[in-house]
T-cell receptor, first 114, second 114 residues
Framework: DTGVSQNPRHKITKRGQNVTFRCDPISEHNRLYWYRQTLGQGPEFLTY????????KSRLLSDRFSAERPKGSFSTLEIQRTEQGDSAMYLC????????????FGQGTRLTVV | GNSVTQMEGPVTLSEEAFLTINCTYT??????LFWYVQYPGEGLQLLLKATKADDKGSNKGFEATYRKETTSFHLEKGSVQVSDSAVYFCALLPGSGNTGKLIFGQGTTLQVKP
């Protein structure tokens, strides 16, 4: 297994456009997380899935954001009508459902909204 | 609520100097504590962890001890190298709820000069 994979690595989009990111977790991991990291800050939790069920969404996740994990494997994060404030690094992580299990992170997708 | 506070950076050291990056936390219950490292343009990599009070996590010459009495998890290394230049994040995993959701500090940039 090559670890958590995210695509694309970089995305530049015009304000108002929709974007979609993909995350492929480690294959045996049933939990998948999305975080957002802005410049000079630590990652902030957005949402997570256990298998295909989305179990929690942060208040940071406005109505323009939607995430899916349709078959409990890969996940997508879509941002509609992007705004300049959406510019950030979007990080995906996966883990096993077990107490205190570490999360493994992907390399992230850097979004720039111009 | 749960939160993590790290010392502000950047921290600039000469090669072979001693490193300390302070981290304190606020949490209910008994969290697990982590240090992650982020190299330029990359995602987060787990550096070390400790799951209960007085545990010492260690990896690649880095150490941190889980101090419940001072609610701290300071990162130390006896002799830093240029290759240690990166951003270091302290994080906690709440002991209750079992969501696996990590709470990060704001990160501390380390610059090691030859």
């Amino acid at each position: 297994d090559t670890g958590v994979s995210q695509n694309p690595r970089h995305k530049i989009t015009k304000r108002g456009q929709n974007v979609t990111f993909r995350c492929d977790p480690i294959s045996e991991h049933n939990r998948l997380y999305w975080y957002r990291q802005t410049l000079g800050q630590g990652p902030e939790f957005l949402t997570y899935f256990q298998n295909e069920a989305q179990l929690e969404k942060s208040r940071l996740l406005s109505d323009r954001f939607s995430a899916e994990r349709p078959k409990g494997s890969f996940s997508t994060l879509e941002i509609q009508r992007t705004e300049q404030g959406d510019s950030a690094m979007y990080l995906c992580a996966s883990s096993l459902y077990k107490d205190n299990t570490e999360a493994f992170f992907g390399q992230g997708t850097r979004l720039t909204v111009v | 609520g749960n939160s993590v506070t790290q010392m502000e950076g950047p921290v600039t050291l000469s090669e072979e100097a001693f490193l300390t990056i302070n981290c304190t936390y606020t949490a209910t219950g008994y969290p697990s504590l982590f240090w992650y490292v982020q190299y330029p343009g990359e995602g987060l990599q787990l550096l070390l962890k400790a799951t209960k009070a007085d545990d010492k996590g260690s990896n690649k010459g880095f150490e941190a001890t889980y101090r419940k009495e001072t609610t701290s998890f300071h990162l130390e290394k006896g002799s830093v190298q240029v290759s240690d230049s990166a951003v270091y994040f302290c994080a906690l995993l709440p002991g209750s709820g079992n969501t696996g959701k990590l709470i990060f500090g704001q990160g501390t940039t380390l610059q090691v000069k030859p």
